[in-house]
């Protein structure tokens, strides 16, 4: 069994240890390499305390219980809760996507009006054949932004970026679907 001093060695060093991470993963698998590395009473003891003791706390503490029941006022009161507001962005997203990719499987004939690049004028002017052609090309224009607004609110929900460059690659995705959708949201109809 380990004395006082040596288990206060142990804290001091893992506190003391200042090791500068490169990525997210590296920073991750470090500390999985430390939690693996403990020894099985410290790993017995978590599985009673998160697996057991948190559960019933969360049952019986009173301030959960009261939030419960005020979160369950508000849902019947006025269609949602406080706790719907704690990442907005992300349940509106939630609440987006399976409507955009059940709009886009429905593979609607139609777009916006505004998505076409020629005037009223020069598409009248078009022979039957190069009218349906251009046509084609915007339905499949449309489908193609839908597709992007998917990615970007998929992006969002998924939430999940290795490093600081995939960060603002998802960045620059969300950023160009969201744009399309605040561009072409009146065009969400049918």
């Known amino acids: 069994m380990k ?16 090791e500068i991470f490169s990525t997210v993963k590296e920073m991750f698998s470090s500390i999985t390499e430390r939690l693996k590395n403990r020894p099985w009473y410290q790993k017995i003891w978590d599985y009673i305390y998160y697996r057991i003791i948190v559960k019933i706390w969360d049952i019986i503490n009173p301030v959960y219980n009261w939030r419960r029941l ?3 006022w508000q849902r019947i009161t006025r269609g949602f809760d406080d ?22 499987e429905l593979e609607l004939k139609g777009f916006p009006g505004n ?15 190069a009218s349906e052609a251009h046509w084609e090309q915007m339905e499949k224009d449309w489908n193609e932004i ?7 609110f998929e992006t969002i929900v998924k939430d999940d970026w290795k490093d600081i460059n995939d960060m603002q690659n998802q960045e620059k995705i969300i950023n160009e679907g969201l744009s399309l959708f605040a561009q072409y949201l009146r065009g969400l109809w049918w």
């Not at 040596?6 to 003391?16: C, F, L, Q, S």
């Not at 839908?146 to 970007?152: H, Q, S, V, Y």
């Open 3 to 18: 004395k006082k001093k040596d288990i206060k060695k142990d804290i001091e060093k893992d506190i003391d240890s200042s």
């Open 70 to 72: 005020r979160f369950l």
């Open 83 to 104: 706790s719907d507001t704690w990442s907005l962005d992300d349940t509106i997203a939630k609440f987006i996507l399976p409507r955009l990719k059940r709009f886009r």
């Open 115 to 129: 998505i076409s690049k020629l005037t009223w004028e020069e598409e009248s002017k078009l022979s039957k054949e």
């Open 146 to 152: 839908i597709d992007k607004m998917i990615l970007a």
